[in-house]
């Protein structure tokens, strides 16, 4: 049992802490955290580390009965340099707010830290705590292995993964089990509240907001979130309803431990951190399993604006690599040929996971794109052209400004890509840079079209949506840029870029890398 709360201790309930450092001994403190974790420890500190939280749970949460019996979990931490107050948090979270009879374990895996706490004084604090275990990695592994690890030892049925800086709020588990309890193959994890990094406000994320699920972007690969549609939303009976999710970032979830193994656990040829949510989202899903958001289950995650990773994003592109040759298939090309990059490096042996596909009998990548992340814009695989579009006359590049709200001209080429870096679609959009999310097109001002040439966000956005009228081109002779809408040709002036009665003139003339008319 916690200790009895002092309601007026800082952050209790979940409240910011309104403390701040005045001594210069305190300010070093705050700033040394600040340094080592990129949050506030110093505040974290302040906190118990049995805060209470405000049980602000829909009243269909906390009325459901669950569905019984519920398997037992092992809840496994793994931690690289956590602050001991944040790693502490998130174990009393775990062991005052999941019911014993659920709870097999606390695993706690550290990936070979250097701080002092985290050695004999945490073994010691551990002892007295019966369901919680150590394990310790003789040299850092990162993330995906530690997690693997902690798996190794694990004795419950359900395994579910929690970052170290974490609060669980009253029953974030059980709607979880009762999913996995009904198809062991679904994947369940809860709604993650935000937990200031400046202050440790826990910000209750509740059901009647807009929710979000996971997406990724499929030319940066990075995980991103998307609120979910109300046409989804009405699909439900019951507002606390589950929802399906493309993808999950990974921090917080709860699996079968037989299926993570018969699924093929985590990529263990990935390092340090980052891919291996979007990895393991795919893998569920091309073969035959399910990721579910829970609206009813809260866990509370510290969300840093840096990651105290940022010296290993050649890690991270190598773990992308890895997941997109594995399940990606004809898509990676989308990735590669946005990010040339990704080509010089090597992936290393993707043998057995490879066999895994196989021997599961997974389903394409594009299944997933048409039945699980439909709405979402997929770019060409075998766009017309890509990468700069130089006019024929003067021999400059089209660029965009770094500000969306200056047209687009012409400059000197630079061959880096980026502003200067353009797809036009089988659709016949003109769209640009690493994002794909703009493009050329005749603007429209004050609902009166003009023949001016800007960027702005481009209409299809997702599976179903097609191109403006303003945005359409024509490719004529693989080099004039045709205008369908105004009957015009995409033209150098002198004060700038527009679309002109068609000449046969150089003006209106470009040169398109990589073109590719078949
Ligand atoms: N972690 C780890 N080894 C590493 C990197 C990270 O054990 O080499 C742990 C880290 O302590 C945390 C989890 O992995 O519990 C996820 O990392 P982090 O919270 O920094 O990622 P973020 O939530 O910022 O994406
Ligand atoms: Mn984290």
């Not at 049980?55 to 809840?75: A, F, G, M, N």
């Not at 940066?220 to 979130?225: E, G, H, I, N, P």
């Not at 040339?340 to 594009?366: Q, V």
């Not at 766009?383 to 400059?411: F, M, Y």
């Amino acid at each position: 049992m916690p200790p009895p709360a002092d309601p007026g201790a800082p952050g209790e309930e979940g409240k910011e802490v309104e403390l701040r450092p005045g001594t210069p001994e305190e300010t070093e403190a705050y700033e040394l955290g600040l340094k080592q974790h990129s949050f506030n420890e110093w505040a974290s500190s302040k906190i118990s580390v049995h805060r209470s939280l405000l049980d602000l749970r829909h009243e269909l949460c906390i009325e459901k009965k669950y569905y019984r019996p519920l398997p037992q979990t092992s809840v496994i931490i793994i931690f690289y340099n956590e602050a001991w107050s944040t790693l502490l948090r998130t174990v009393h979270s775990v062991l005052e707010r999941t019911p014993s009879e659920l709870l097999r374990e606390v695993i706690l895996v550290d990936d070979c830290s250097d701080f002092d706490h985290l050695q004999a004084p945490l073994d010691e604090y551990v002892s007295h705590l019966p369901e919680v275990r150590v394990i310790r990695s003789p040299t850092r592994q990162g993330l995906i292995r530690a997690r693997l690890l902690g798996v190794k030892h694990a004795r419950g049925e359900v395994l579910a993964f929690l970052d170290s800086h974490c609060e669980c709020m009253e029953g974030w588990l059980e709607p979880l089990l009762e999913r996995i309890a009904l198809n062991h193959t679904t994947v369940p994890w809860p709604v993650i509240d935000m937990i200031r990094w400046d202050n440790f406000a826990y910000l209750f994320h509740g059901v009647k907001g807009t929710l979000m699920v996971g997406g990724v972007d499929l030319v940066d690969l990075k995980f991103d979130w998307h609120i979910v549609r109300q046409i989804e939303l009405n699909k439900r009976k019951s507002i606390i309803d589950p929802i399906k999710s493309p993808t999950m970032p990974g921090g917080v979830f709860a699996i079968d431990k037989k299926y993570f193994e018969h699924l093929g656990a985590y990529d263990d040829g990935m390092e340090i951190w980052g891919g291996e949510n979007i990895e393991i989202s795919f893998r569920i899903w091309q073969c035959g399993g399910t990721i579910e958001l829970v609206p009813c289950a809260h866990v509370g995650h510290v969300f840093r604006v840096t990651s105290p990773y940022h010296a290993s994003v050649d890690k991270w592109t190598r773990n992308n690599k890895r997941m997109a040759e594995v399940w990606m298939d004809d898509y990676k090309s989308v990735v590669y040929r946005r990010h040339p990059e990704y080509l010089k490096i090597d992936a290393g042996d993707l043998t057995s996971r490879k066999i895994l596909r196989k021997a599961l009998h997974c389903r394409d990548f594009s299944w997933y794109l048409q039945n699980v992340y439909s709405n979402v814009y997929v770019p060409d695989l075998r766009p017309v052209a890509h990468g700069q579009i130089q006019n024929k006359e003067n021999h400059r590049c089209l660029d965009a400004t770094s500000d969306p709200k200056e047209p687009p001209r012409l400059v000197d080429c630079h061959g880096h890509g980026g502003s200067q870096y353009w797809e036009l679609t089988r659709a016949g959009e003109v769209r640009l840079g690493v994002e794909g999310k703009l493009c050329l097109q005749t603007a429209v001002i004050k609902k009166v079209p003009s023949t001016d040439i800007i960027t702005k966000t481009c209409a299809h956005r997702f599976a179903n949506d097609q191109p403006s009228k303003q945005e359409r081109w024509v490719l004529q002779n693989s080099t004039v840029l045709y205008h369908p809408m105004t009957d015009r040709c995409l033209e150098e002036t002198e004060s700038g870029l527009v679309v002109a009665p068609c000449e046969d003139v150089n003006r209106q003339r470009w040169l398109l890398q990589n073109l590719d008319l078949s």
